[in-house]
């Protein structure tokens, strides 16, 4: 499944230089599980929050330059169910000798966070998740699922509609992420979510990412069915360098808040 044309240029170029890039020795991976993670947040009262060391982005002003480690460990401190890096270099300033220095430092899941287009671009970097867009694979969704899983790693299929949604389901997708942000305008929309999550089966693993900036963005989506919150910029905050375990907190403590 794939789609060259009805993309922002920001994302074309993203996804040009993704096809430049080539993977490297077979990787083997011993994964944390993310179910588990989030279950464990969700019984200890936190939302469930994967949050996101994110150098830099198309859709972020400024750039971050703080340790990705000290990064992670503040958002694991912050109350954290697991733990995203941007492995991209080109457009978000990361790297997969990042992702392994914050697998190393904490004790949650960690996803790798990239344009996977196909196979070889598995052998990167051990992780414990990673993503695959269902628009952007350039291999068959189903086989790409399988060959993640034979390396060991679990998969969080990125949807952004009941289209893709359904071909990731036939794929057989056991974690889904749906993505608020429309990636043909780079607009976000909330209601994106709330309109694919009924159709997700109750066995599969659901994710709302992008565009949850405050508590009420995050009762918002774990109402609407949401078993965990992929978030980013609202965490680390690049405009102001603002305090990264604070502003996790603030989230993973808003089912709480009053």
């Keep these: 499944m794939t789609s060259k044309t009805d993309v922002a240029p920001a994302v074309a170029s993203i996804l040009e230089a993704a096809r430049e890039r080539a993977g490297g020795e077979h990787v083997s991976v011993e994964a944390r599980s993310?179910?588990?993670?989030?279950?464990?947040?969700?019984a200890d009262g936190r939302t469930p929050v994967i949050a996101e060391v994110k150098p830099?982005?198309?859709?972020?002003?400024?750039t971050r330059r703080d340790d990705p480690v000290d990064l992670a460990e503040a958002m694991v401190d912050?109350?954290?169910?697991?733990?995203?890096?941007?492995?991209e270099p080109t457009h978000f300033g990361?790297?997969?000798?990042?992702?392994?220095?914050?697998?190393?430092?904490?004790?949650v899941p960690v996803l790798r966070k990239d344009f996977v287009l196909r196979e070889e671009h598995l052998d990167v970097v051990e992780a414990d998740l990673i993503l695959l867009i269902a628009r952007f694979v350039e291999d068959d969704l189903a086989a790409l699922l399988e060959a993640a899983r034979q390396r060991g790693f679990q998969v969080l299929v990125e949807v952004h509609d009941a289209e893709e949604l359904e071909a990731a389901l036939e794929a057989g997708a056991e974690i889904v992420g749906v993505n608020n942000r429309d990636l043909a305008k780079l607009e976000v929309d909330l209601e994106t979510f709330?309109?694919?999550?009924?159709?997700?089966?109750?066995?599969?693993?659901?994710?709302?990412?992008?565009?949850?900036?405050?508590?009420?963005d995050a009762r918002r989506?774990?109402?609407?069915?949401?078993?965990?919150?992929?978030?980013?910029?609202?965490?680390?905050?690049?405009?102001?360098?603002?305090?990264?375990?604070?502003n996790t907190r603030r989230l993973t403590r808003s089912e709480t808040d009053t």
Aim: net charge negative; proline share 7%; aromatic share 0%.
């Design 34 to 42: 993310l179910p588990d993670a989030l279950a464990a947040a969700d």
């Design 56 to 62: 830099t982005s198309p859709t972020t002003d400024g």
């Design 78 to 87: 912050g109350g954290a169910a697991a733990i995203s890096v941007l492995t």
């Design 94 to 107: 990361g790297s997969p000798e990042a992702l392994t220095r914050v697998r190393e430092a904490v004790d």
């Design 194 to 216: 709330e309109t694919v999550a009924p159709h997700v089966p109750d066995d599969v693993t659901l994710i709302a990412e992008s565009g949850v900036s405050s508590p009420a």
């Design 221 to 246: 989506m774990r109402e609407a069915g949401a078993d965990g919150l992929l978030v980013g910029s609202a965490i680390m905050d690049h405009g102001d360098g603002g305090d990264v375990t604070a």
